[in-house]
């Protein structure tokens, strides 16, 4: 890897904030010359990192740009293969394209696309994704389940648990799980995620799980039609969150999750995922691709539906659009 | 090829869940019959050339017997519409493709998109066909055979239950 001195120099920097660390013992812990990391400071400073160089003293970090670089979540992550690789991109169409293509290369389990920006960030049926610059979490995760193509649909309800406890665990929102994966902060969506597939009858090729948070975005980011129905983690806790910490935060979740599936199945996520849906009890209307669905949303089937109990009897949902009022 | 363990297992749930009364599926010979009513799932190896292996296609006539009296339920027209795509259907030499899941079919990546195929395309192996969508997965379903596409069986935005056929292709 030919980065790795300078993801090496940059993690022994973040230790030591805000101490001073010399030269000489830089160069030890990183392994190479002092010549060399003069010249990776130079770079990191290039990159709007700042680094105080104190005769005697040596180099301490003064200043770290918000970027979501792996450099800058190698430090955080607690992970054994989440985010073990990562490709990252400065601006992107959309991190979910890169993903297929990654995927299709042969990326490993646990491969993350990130992207600070996405300009044509998908959503759900060639919808778009509203994703500006250094304002939020744009990912792709790659999956590899060994799961038959069936089951796959019940990742898309893992990932929303494993989102949410990671947003949970960093800010201490109130935020809950719309069906089938929306997170909502008082009722207002603050994350989507998006899964796409490709497989045959018998097989799962690959799986891409596309997360979209907005964490410090404001309103004045967005048009006008989105400011009713979207919020972010900033707006709601009145603070600036640190990305890096964030997504080092939900990859350690998700993976979580996801190995407490492969071991266990589909019950302990369903159970996590009922406690954290707000609309269980309530009077719902599911929009469906047939019709308008009218009742009081119960609980998960076995795959994943939510039934909804109606005057016809329970009827189980597997696509739809979820509208309900807080009453 | 025989059913695997976990795919009967999948099957039976799947079909506890669905309103689904009775299940057939023909699989390269193995046939599985899943009934709701006894709870019972029974296994049989390669079957006499009877009962076509049209599993969940739309109600077909049990028996070639005809009826005195014309179809009672159906609009004329309507049962006319179905009459060409069960033929097709039943015709063996035709390559199902189907839904391995149950979900909703999309013929086209977005609605204003054109469709993925239609009838007289040309397809191959990793020719995506549609997309079966449930709790907002995405799963582009693959033709997995080359040829050409004969007919499209189900509507764009219906829902699809699981081993369903959703495309009939020629084979070449």
Known sequence: MASSIRDELLKVLIEHQPHFLSGEEISRRVGCSRAAIWKHIEELRHEGYEIEAKPRNGYRLVYRPDRVAPEELAPHLQTKRFGRHIRYEYSTPSTQTLAHQWAREGAPEGAVVIAEEQVQGKGRMGRTWHSPPQTGVWMSLILRPPISLAEASQLTLLASVGVQQGIKRVTGLPIQIKWPNDLLIHGKKVCGILTELRGEQDQIHYMIIGIGINVNTTSEHWPEELKKIATSLAIESGGHLHRATLIAAILKELEEVYQEYLNSGFRVIKSKWEQAAGMLGKTITARTPQGLITGVAERLNESGALLIRTDQGVIPVYSADIDWKEI | ?172
Do not use: W
Request: one cysteine or more; charged letters at 25%; a negative charge.
């Open chain 2, 1 to 172: 090829m025989a059913f695997k363990m976990h795919e009967i297992r999948e099957l039976i749930r799947l079909i506890d869940e669905s309103q689904i009364e009775e299940f057939k599926i023909d699989n390269e010979g193995a046939k599985l019959v899943i009934k709701k009513a006894t709870g019972r799932a029974t296994l049989v190896t390669p079957a006499p050339e009877t009962a076509p292996a049209a599993a969940l296609t739309p109600a077909p006539a049990a028996e070639p017997v005809k009826p005195a009296a014309p179809a009672p339920q159906a609009a004329p027209q309507e049962a006319k519409a179905e009459a060409p795509a069960q033929d097709a259907a039943l015709d063996e030499t035709l390559h199902k493709i189907v839904s391995p899941m149950v979900g909703t079919f999309y013929r086209a990546p977005a609605p204003d998109a054109d469709p993925y195929v239609k009838e007289g395309d040309r397809v191959d192996e990793k020719t995506v066909v549609c997309i079966v969508e449930a709790m907002k997965l995405m799963n582009e379903i693959e033709a997995e055979v080359r040829g050409t596409i004969v007919k499209v069986l189900v509507e764009n935005g219906q829902l699809v239950e699981y081993g369903q056929p959703l495309f009939l292709v020629k084979t070449d």
